[in-house]
Nanobody
Framework: VQLQASGGGLVQTGGSLRLSCAAS????????GAWYRQAPGKERELVAI???????EYVEFVKGRFTISRDNAKNTVYLQMNSLKPEDTAVYFC??????????WGQGTQVTVSS
């Protein structure tokens, strides 16, 4: 199984981006989907997570601005990011947990927010 993340780019403060993460493999299904981010010189941190029932959790600094969603038929998780700030600049990674507890990571997509 491979995860392909896309949708990153350069945006001005206050702008929006939508990240996508799609898993290959027609027989694959996932339990949890999540987005993490890693800024230069910092550790990777959790941003948002979505469970199989569509329940979501967000870290405090993105609440009200980011929305995580999933399309099970497409094995895809999305992250809609609005009201972006320069401090949101980071490489964003997706992670899927399958039903056996195995983790799969995407390759990362760069998000840069200019001031």
């Amino acid at each position: 199984v491979q995860l392909q993340a896309s949708g990153g780019g350069l945006v001005q403060t206050g702008g929006s981006l939508r990240l996508s993460c799609a898993a290959s493999g027609s027989t694959f299904s996932f339990n949890f989907g999540a987005w993490y981010r890693q800024a230069p010189g910092k550790e990777r941190e959790l941003v948002a997570i979505i469970n199989s029932g569509g329940g979501t959790e967000y870290v405090e600094f993105v609440k009200g601005r980011f929305t995580i969603s999933r399309d099970n038929a497409k094995n895809t998780v999305y992250l809609q990011m609005n009201s972006l700030k320069p401090e949101d600049t980071a490489v964003y990674f997706c992670k899927f947990d399958d039903w056996y507890g195995y983790e799969y990571w995407g390759q990362g997509t760069q998000v840069t927010v200019s001031s």
